[in-house]
C-alpha cells in the first residue's frame, strides 16, 4: 500500500512538472547563448540568409580553404556582388546541416531558402556527424525551435532526440533544453526516461565523461580561431600558417607557403568585378583558374599545391602510404550517413526547400581504387534525382576522367574545380539559363 502511495505521488509529479514545463515553456525554456561574440555573428548571418533567401553553401572542410579566389564566399560577394554564405568544418555532415535547417526554420520564409550542399565522399564512411560538431553551432535557442515550434515534423524531433539521448552523456554541462530534447518521445516508464532525469537531479555533481570533456575543449578552440579571411585581407596569411609547420620542414614549407601567399595577396589588385556569367566567361574563369593551380604544383606528380604536398603528403610518399587504399563503406541501409542523407532531404521537402547538391570528387593519382565507393555513391546520386534536386558530380572514377590540377590535395577542390561549382550554383539560383 505504501509502495502505491509512493508510486501514485511520483506519478503525479511528474505530470506536474511536464504540465507546468508546456504551459510556461517560453519562460523556463529562455536561453542564454553565452558563446563568444564572433561565432553568434556567425549564427545570425547563417540565419538571416536563411530566412531571407540569400544562397547558403553547407559543406565541410573544404569550405575552410579560404584563401582560394573561387570559394563561393569570395567569388560570390567579392566578383559577383551576390551575397552568399557559407558553412562548414570538418565532421559538418548531414545531421548537422538538418538541425540548422529545422533549428532556424520559421514559417514566415517557408520556400525562400536557396542551399546548396557539398557532399564530400568521406562522409560516408564514417559514423555520421561528430558531437563536437553538432554542438558548436547547435544552440538551446535552435533546440528549442525545433521541439516547440509545431510546423516541425515529428519525425524531425524524434531524430534530433535520439541523437541527444545517444551522446547524452558526452555533453559537457547540458542545458535543460537538452534535456528535454533527450526525453522527448520516452515514456515516463522507460529506464533511459529515469537515468536522464537521474543525470539531470546530479548534474551539479557529476562528474563528465573524458569525451564530454573534449567536446568542450573542442568548442572552445573552434571559437577562439581567428578569423581567416580577416587575416588573408590584412595580408597576415603567412604569419597565422606558419604556426601550423612541422619544424623539420621550415625552409621548404615556409618557401612553398610564401610562394602561395604572395600570389593570393597579390591577386585582388589583379581582380575586376564581372556582371554576370556565361560560358564565354566560365571557360575563361576555367582557364585562368587551372593556371594558378598548375603554377601552385611543381614538386609532386599529383597535381596538389607545392605547400600542402610538403606538409600532409610527402612523408607519406617517402614511407610507401601512397596511393591509399580506400575501404568500402557500409551499404547504404547499414550507413548512418547515408540514412542522415536521406532524413535531409525528407526535411528539406518538408520546408518547401528545393536544395542543390555537388558530390566531390577524390583525387585518383592518390587514391589506389576508388570502385568499393560506387555503390553508396550510386545510391547518393538516385536519392537526389529521385526528388526532383539538382545534382553536379564531379566524381571521375579512373585517372583519364581527372583534370590534372583539380584538387589541391587527395580530397579537397581546387580553383579550377571551384569555377565550376560556382557556375552550378549560378546556373540554379541566379539565372537559369548559363550554359554547363
Given at each position: 500500500?505504501?509502495?502505491?502511495?509512493?508510486?501514485?505521488?511520483?506519478?503525479?509529479?511528474?505530470?506536474?512538472?511536464?504540465?507546468?514545463?508546456?504551459?510556461?515553456?517560453?519562460?523556463?525554456?529562455?536561453?542564454?547563448?553565452?558563446?563568444?561574440?564572433?561565432?553568434?555573428?556567425?549564427?545570425?548571418?547563417?540565419?538571416?540568409?536563411?530566412?531571407?533567401?540569400?544562397?547558403?553553401?553547407?559543406?565541410?572542410?573544404?569550405?575552410?580553404?579560404?584563401?582560394?579566389?573561387?570559394?563561393?564566399?569570395?567569388?560570390?560577394?567579392?566578383?559577383?556582388?551576390?551575397?552568399?554564405?557559407?558553412?562548414?568544418?570538418?565532421?559538418?555532415?548531414?545531421?548537422?546541416?538538418?538541425?540548422?535547417?529545422a533549428g532556424y526554420y520559421d514559417d514566415n520564409t517557408r520556400g525562400t531558402s536557396k542551399i546548396a550542399v557539398i557532399i564530400s565522399?568521406?562522409?560516408?564512411?564514417?559514423?555520421?556527424?561528430?558531437?563536437?560538431?553538432?554542438?558548436?553551432?547547435?544552440?538551446?535557442?535552435?533546440?528549442?525551435?525545433?521541439?516547440?515550434?509545431?510546423?516541425?515534423?515529428?519525425?524531425?524531433?524524434?531524430?534530433?532526440?535520439?541523437?541527444?539521448?545517444?551522446?547524452?552523456?558526452?555533453?559537457?554541462?547540458?542545458?535543460?533544453?537538452?534535456?528535454?530534447?533527450?526525453?522527448?518521445?520516452?515514456?515516463?516508464?522507460?529506464?533511459?526516461?529515469?537515468?536522464?532525469?537521474?543525470?539531470?537531479?546530479?548534474?551539479g555533481s557529476r562528474k563528465n565523461s573524458a569525451l564530454a570533456v573534449k567536446n568542450s575543449i573542442d568548442m572552445e578552440a573552434n571559437?577562439?580561431v581567428p578569423d581567416a579571411s580577416k587575416l588573408y585581407r590584412e595580408n597576415r596569411l603567412d604569419e597565422e600558417m606558419q604556426k601550423?609547420?612541422?619544424?623539420?620542414?621550415?625552409?621548404?614549407?615556409?618557401?612553398?607557403?610564401?610562394?602561395?601567399?604572395?600570389?593570393?595577396?597579390?591577386?585582388?589588385?589583379?581582380?575586376?568585378?564581372?556582371?554576370?556569367?556565361?560560358?564565354?566567361?566560365?571557360?575563361?574563369?576555367?582557364?585562368?583558374?587551372?593556371?594558378?593551380?598548375?603554377?601552385?604544383?611543381?614538386?609532386?606528380?599529383?597535381?596538389?599545391?607545392?605547400?600542402?604536398?610538403?606538409?600532409?603528403?610527402?612523408?607519406?610518399?617517402?614511407?610507401?602510404?601512397?596511393?591509399?587504399?580506400?575501404?568500402?563503406?557500409?551499404?547504404?541501409?547499414?550507413?548512418?550517413?547515408?540514412?542522415?542523407?536521406?532524413?535531409?532531404?525528407?526535411?528539406?521537402?518538408?520546408?518547401?526547400?528545393?536544395?542543390?547538391?555537388?558530390?566531390?570528387?577524390?583525387?585518383?593519382?592518390?587514391?589506389?581504387?576508388?570502385?568499393?565507393?560506387?555503390?553508396?555513391?550510386?545510391?547518393?546520386?538516385?536519392?537526389?534525382?529521385?526528388?526532383?534536386?539538382?545534382?553536379?558530380?564531379?566524381?571521375?572514377?579512373?585517372?583519364?576522367?581527372?583534370?590534372?590540377?583539380?584538387?589541391?590535395?587527395?580530397?579537397?577542390?581546387?580553383?579550377?574545380?571551384?569555377?565550376?561549382?560556382?557556375?552550378?550554383?549560378?546556373?540554379?539560383?541566379?539565372?537559369?539559363?548559363?550554359?554547363?
Open positions: 500500500m505504501k509502495f502505491a502511495r509512493h508510486l501514485l505521488a511520483f506519478t503525479l509529479a511528474l505530470s506536474l512538472v511536464f504540465v507546468t514545463l508546456f504551459i510556461f515553456k517560453n519562460e523556463i525554456f529562455s536561453t542564454s547563448d553565452n558563446r563568444p561574440l564572433k561565432i553568434k555573428d556567425k549564427s545570425i548571418t547563417l540565419e538571416k540568409s536563411l530566412n531571407e533567401g540569400d544562397i547558403v553553401v553547407f559543406g565541410s572542410s573544404e569550405l575552410l580553404q579560404f584563401y582560394q579566389r573561387f570559394l563561393p564566399d569570395n567569388f560570390f560577394n567579392n566578383e559577383l556582388n551576390i551575397p552568399l554564405v557559407i558553412n562548414g568544418i570538418p565532421g559538418h555532415q548531414s545531421f548537422a546541416i538538418t538541425s540548422k535547417l565522399p568521406a562522409w560516408f564512411g564514417t559514423n555520421g556527424t561528430p558531437l563536437n560538431v553538432f554542438l558548436r553551432d547547435t544552440t538551446p535557442t535552435m533546440l528549442k525551435n525545433i521541439f516547440f515550434n509545431k510546423s516541425i515534423s515529428k519525425s524531425t524531433k524524434t531524430l534530433v532526440s535520439r541523437y541527444l539521448l545517444k551522446n547524452f552523456v558526452h555533453i559537457n554541462s547540458p542545458s535543460l533544453t537538452h534535456y528535454y530534447g533527450a526525453l522527448y518521445g520516452l515514456s515516463v516508464i522507460d529506464k533511459r526516461f529515469l537515468d536522464v532525469l537521474r543525470l539531470y537531479a546530479s548534474r571559437y577562439i601550423y609547420k612541422p619544424p623539420n620542414k621550415y625552409k621548404t614549407l615556409l618557401k612553398d607557403f610564401t610562394k602561395m601567399n604572395n600570389l593570393y595577396v597579390d591577386m585582388p589588385k589583379r581582380i575586376t568585378s564581372i556582371k554576370s556569367l556565361d560560358k564565354a566567361k566560365v571557360e575563361a574563369l576555367k582557364r585562368e583558374a587551372l593556371e594558378i593551380d598548375l603554377s601552385l604544383s611543381t614538386n609532386n606528380p599529383y597535381g596538389m599545391t607545392d605547400y600542402v604536398y610538403t606538409r600532409d603528403f610527402k612523408l607519406k610518399e617517402i614511407k610507401g602510404q601512397l596511393p591509399i587504399k580506400v575501404e568500402k563503406p557500409n551499404s547504404p541501409q547499414n550507413n548512418k550517413e547515408y540514412q542522415d542523407f536521406l532524413k535531409l532531404i525528407e526535411v528539406c521537402k518538408m520546408f518547401d526547400i528545393k536544395p542543390i547538391f555537388i558530390m566531390q570528387n577524390l583525387n585518383p593519382l592518390v587514391y589506389e581504387n576508388l570502385e568499393p565507393l560506387h555503390e553508396i555513391l550510386t545510391a547518393v546520386k538516385e536519392a537526389i534525382v529521385q526528388n526532383g534536386f539538382a545534382y553536379l558530380d564531379l566524381w571521375s572514377w579512373s585517372k583519364e576522367d581527372y583534370v590534372y590540377g583539380e584538387m589541391i590535395d587527395a580530397t579537397h577542390p581546387s580553383e579550377y574545380t571551384w569555377v565550376k561549382i560556382d557556375n552550378f550554383i549560378y546556373e540554379q539560383f541566379v539565372k537559369k539559363v548559363v550554359s554547363k
